[in-house]
T-cell receptor, first 115, second 113 residues
Framework: NAGVTQTPKFQVLKTGQSMTLQCAQD?????MYWYRQDPGMGLRLIYY???????DKGEVPNGYNVSRLNKREFSLRLESAAPSQTSVYFC??????????????FGPGTRLTVT | AQSVAQPEDQVNVAEGNPLTVKCTYS??????LFWYVQYPNRGLQFLLK??????LVKGSYGFEAEFNKSQTSFHLKKPSALVSDSALYFC???????????FGKGTSLLVTP
């Protein structure tokens, strides 16, 4: 049982390049989330997927797109990377949508640098 | 809407001493309050939560927190700190929709030998 896995662990992009961050969970969770963590800003929600087939914007969605490929996988795409997107990205999942009593499980993170 | 405040950016404690990481909240309705911990260069881990019921909540690694409605607080405590407790701690309100908009900056705990 690997929990939440993220690939890649590290990535360096040039401004304007695109890439997709992958996330998968093997806990049969319904809800999945993407956060970014910046120094002094804490973790901010980018997008979330309450259940398979649905996605919604979080606090900072601009410059990102997401795909809930199936129940296990939730990817985050940067179409045209900008230096402001330099951050550590975390994927998380939780058991039930619309149920705030369920804790979230986090992946190890992807450290992205955009030059 | 729910929001929390962690008034201290950093807390320093000597090993073996009790530790407290403060969290106060402002809510409309019933709060769902969680504590998460982030060890260096790792993802966040769930520690404990308050949903309803007993105001004293016990969690992982010997941590506990008390939901105090009159003081609108949910402070994280541990009777005897370990050096390995050094980490970033987040107090997080969850909305009815089941997601947290913002984990905030957290409080950095440093336990010295």
């Amino acid at each position: 049982n690997a929990g939440v896995t993220q690939t890649p662990k590290f990535q360096v992009l040039k401004t304007g390049q695109s890439m997709t961050l992958q996330c998968a969970q093997d806990m049969n969770h319904n809800s999945m989330y993407w956060y970014r963590q910046d120094p002094g800003m804490g973790l901010r929600l980018i997008y979330y997927s309450a259940s398979e087939g649905t996605t919604d914007k979080g606090e900072v969605p601009n410059g990102y797109n997401v795909s809930r490929l199936n129940k296990r996988e939730f990817s985050l795409r940067l179409e045209s990377a900008a230096p402001s997107q330099t951050s550590v990205y975390f994927c998380a999942s939780s058991e039930a949508s619309g149920r705030p009593s369920y804790e979230q499980y986090f992946g190890p993170g992807t450290r992205l640098t955009v030059t | 809407a729910q929001s929390v405040a962690q008034p201290e950016d950093q807390v320093n404690v000597a090993e073996g001493n009790p530790l407290t990481v403060k969290c106060t909240y402002s809510v409309s309705g019933n709060p769902y309050l969680f504590w998460y911990v982030q060890y260096p260069n790792r993802g966040l881990q769930f520690l404990l939560k308050y949903i309803t019921g007993d105001n004293l909540v016990k969690g992982s690694y010997g941590f506990e927190a008390e939901f105090n409605k009159s003081q609108t607080s949910f402070h994280l405590k541990k009777p005897s700190a370990l050096v390995s407790d050094s980490a970033l701690y987040f107090c997080v309100p969850f909305y009815d929709s089941g997601y947290a908009l913002n984990f905030g900056k957290g409080t950095s705990l440093l336990v010295t030998p």
